[in-house]
């Protein structure tokens, strides 16, 4: 199982510093790769529930702290060596395909091929109205744009269309190292999104799954994947889960994967393998840069990195 890390390029330790000494640290622990998230602009206020807590609050506010994430990972590009760099995830509808296309090329090239694309369809509303993309039809624009990259990516002049996008006879070049093209994970459990990620991913990107449902969702995606001719073969299934390494171990039953003592941790991660994870994205809890180091500097030692 390969293992990244999700930096906090939101929130209160969002500056480039921190962020670029937090990917040196993860590079030296041993840790595969680097993730950021994707936001833009936050609104005042907010009115759209965020869907991974159950209460809905999102943790941020407009206040907090923003670096763009494919400037950042350009930047972390060029002070890293070896980790992957990827999004967790990138909303493909908050930007123009052809301008995506060119944008996430060049920074596989001047990685030398480290990126991996996380897309996603977005949920905050407000944000989409911020930049004039297409709420109502996000996951359908996001399908688009996902074949609109594959084919900017693959040869020259293609001719691609969508609902609100239409080009042909443009090149991108440099085009990507890797060939094809950079890996595309996307992620969700509906029914929409998971034919999404049969179809016309080349990975699944799950977020705080226990081990039981990342088992169930890999099982509909080989299904899916299998009527569709493909096979599991190269395909990718990751998560992104929250970190918190304790000196005690938790009481059972514990509500939180990857939340307690090191051996309980190990336990998780063996539990997260058996159901076919196979690169997982941590989210250490941390305030500060020196707490966020020292969950990873445990990680790498539990993981034996």
């Keep these: 199982m390969n293992y990244g890390v999700i930096l906090p390029n939101v929130g209160a330790m969002a500056r480039i510093d921190i962020v670029a000494e937090l990917a040196h640290a993860a590079e030296s622990f041993g840790l595969q790769g680097v993730f950021l998230s994707d936001h833009v602009a936050l609104p005042v206020e907010l009115g759209s529930a965020y869907p991974y807590r159950s209460d809905g609050r999102f943790p941020l506010t407009s206040g907090d702290l923003i670096l763009e994430p494919i400037t950042a990972l350009s930047y972390l590009a060029a002070v890293t060596d070896r980790v992957h760099l990827g999004f967790s995830v990138l909303v493909l509808p908050y930007r123009h395909p052809v301008l995506n296309a060119k944008m996430l090329a060049t920074l596989d090239v001047i990685s030398g091929g480290r990126l991996i694309v996380g897309a996603g369809v977005g949920w905050m509303k407000e944000e989409f109205d911020a930049l004039d993309a297409d709420y109502d039809g996000r996951g359908a624009v996001t399908d688009e744009h996902i074949r609109a990259l594959r084919s900017l990516w693959s040869g020259p002049g293609p001719h691609i269309a969508g609902s609100d996008f239409r080009a042909s006879g443009v090149v991108i070049s440099p085009p990507p190292v890797q060939q094809p093209h950079p890996p595309i994970w996307t992620g969700g459990i509906s029914g929409p999104a998971l034919r999404r990620a049969a179809r016309l991913g080349d990975g699944w990107h799950g977020i705080r799954q226990s081990p039981e449902d990342v088992a169930r969702v890999r099982n509909r995606i080989a299904d899916l994947r299998d009527r569709e001719g493909f096979s599991m ?7 992104r889960a929250g970190l918190d390494v304790l000196g005690e171990p938790l009481r059972q039953p514990r509500r939180t994967p990857l939340r307690g003592s090191p051996d309980q941790v ?14 997982l ?12 180091i020292r ?7 539990i993981a034996k990195l």
Aim: net charge negative.
């Design 233 to 239: 073969d190269g395909y990718t299934i990751s998560l």
């Design 281 to 292: 994205v941590v989210e250490p809890r941390a305030e500060g840069p020196e707490q966020f």
């Design 266 to 279: 190990v336990s998780d991660l063996n539990e997260y393998r058996d159901a076919g994870v196979q690169y």
């Design 295 to 301: 969950q990873l500097e445990r990680f790498a030692e």
